[in-house]
């Protein structure tokens, strides 16, 4: 008997809104370089952020990936119910001195003269750094930065370095709302779940050194990033729940591979999801992905 693959993939989405060709193409691209790998492809439902979450959003995802053949292996891990794992990973990063309780309210941040992370956001000035200034009350938890690049090499838009502290700043672990943020969620769902490669949209090429950096803090493992390139519309903006992008489903398969750089063969365009699976899983070669950060999603009546 062959050992199974080491390979540990996965498709994290936020139920903000039903999936969309973006949404899609990333969770293709995932699918079949774990398929391709003779993988494990997990799905895990970043549900953290209650306030943004749809009712519904999530298991119309599902269905959705179902529809389209995406199937993944054992069961679906809810973020929503994982408060203690991220309680424990910052209580660990507290005791070794490595977070510290923030009081600067946005408009302090905004106001600071730091300049602008490649995401957009404010580079956190490191008020608090040294402790909190008399009379002020701890508002979220940052873990702190050093001058020092994370490098990584993305296995599709080469070589990144990013040196958090100047570029980004000490970052919120917990949130003023009381909610984990995104990048220790990330990394503690990650490394509980053996995953090995990362295969998702270049808008998150900005936050892998965060999620780098806090695995080299918690002592788990680096997996392997590859960030596809993201839909946009014609205004150039990703497609997303706030930018109206429209729900999609198994007809869009077709032109969501075109996208990837897979276009199947003409007889193959309106044949069953499984036989356009099967003949992209044994396609499937990562150096035929477009080495772009961004392109055009296709008409509207293919996605
Ligand atoms: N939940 C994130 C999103 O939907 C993706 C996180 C990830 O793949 O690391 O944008």
């Known amino acids: 008997m062959t050992s199974a693959s080491p390979y540990v993939g996965r498709f994290a989405p936020s139920p903000s809104g039903p999936l969309h060709f973006g949404s899609l193409v990333a969770a293709l691209g995932s699918w079949l370089d774990a398929r391709a790998a003779r993988g494990t492809w997990l799905v895990r439902m970043e549900d953290l952020d209650r306030p943004r979450e749809q009712p519904g959003a999530a298991e119309a995802i599902l269905r959705t990936l179902q529809d389209c053949g995406l199937t993944w292996d054992g069961t679906v891990l809810r973020q929503s119910g994982r408060d203690a794992h991220y309680a424990a990973a910052l209580e660990r990063l507290r005791a070794a001195g490595q977070v510290y309780p923030c009081g600067c309210t946005r408009k302090e941040i905004a106001d600071s003269s730091t300049g602008l992370a490649r995401d957009g956001a404010q580079v956190y000035p490191g008020t608090c750094r040294h402790g909190l200034a008399p009379g002020r009350a701890a508002r979220a938890f940052r873990v702190r930065t050093t001058s020092e690049p994370v490098r990584f090499i993305d296995r599709l838009q080469g070589p990144q370095a990013q040196a958090l502290e100047r570029e980004v700043g000490d970052f919120v672990l917990l ?43 918690l002592g788990c493992a680096t997996p392997r990033y590859l960030h596809l390139p993201v839909a946009v519309n014609a205004a150039g903006e990703k ?30 365009r309106a044949a069953p999801v499984r036989e356009l699976l099967a003949w992209a899983v044994q396609a499937w070669d990562p150096a035929r992905l477009p080495r772009q950060r961004a392109l055009p999603a296709p008409d509207r009546d293919e996605t």
Do not use: C, N
């Open 175 to 217: 949130r003023a709302d009381g909610l984990y943020a995104y990048q220790l969620a990330v990394v503690v769902d990650d490394a509980a779940q053996g995953v090995t490669d990362v295969v998702r949209g270049a808008d998150l090429l900005e936050s892998t050194a965060r999620q780098i950096w806090l695995q080299t803090l």
């Open 239 to 268: 497609l997303s729940k706030q930018t109206h992008a429209a729900p999609t489903g198994p007809h869009s398969l077709p032109a969501a591979l075109d996208f990837l750089g897979h276009a199947p063969p003409p007889e193959l």
